[in-house]
């Protein structure tokens, strides 16, 4: 029998105007962005979260802290490769992940196939083994007002 483990992670971050948008590993064209110390891809700190946990390895702020100045402004596709080649260290293989995004605007249907290409080129896995799924909060609470967005995750680990 395979040895398998699921884990998941949760992320937030702040909107703010003029700032860039990057969500999923890809870079949106809209007017705001998320406050953070790395690039703020909140999609892609929750699926570290998710890889981490699953092998209760800790979080994604124990391995790059956002007081360190060699985490400030990096992309987070580095971060998700380097928790990747951590997975791989443990002797475990990635089997699926799936991502919930809940961000009232912009509209992120139409980015959802990039996304997924480029999470599974850094994972090194089939992009019909990464979900994505965008929600809205119906105009509720600080991500309906347009100040934020939080991402849920899992990911599937699996020890051949």
Known sequence: MEDIRIGNGYDVHEIAPGLPLWLGGINIDYHCGFVAHSDGDVAIHALCDALLGSLALGDIGHFFPDTSDEWEGVDSKILLAKVVEMVAAKGYRIGNVDITIALQRPKLAPHIPAMRGCLASVMGISPDRVGIKA???????????GEGCQVWASALVYKP
Not at 135 to 145: H, Q, Y
């Open 135 to 145: 929600t809205t909060a119906e105009n509720l609470g600080f991500v309906g007002r």
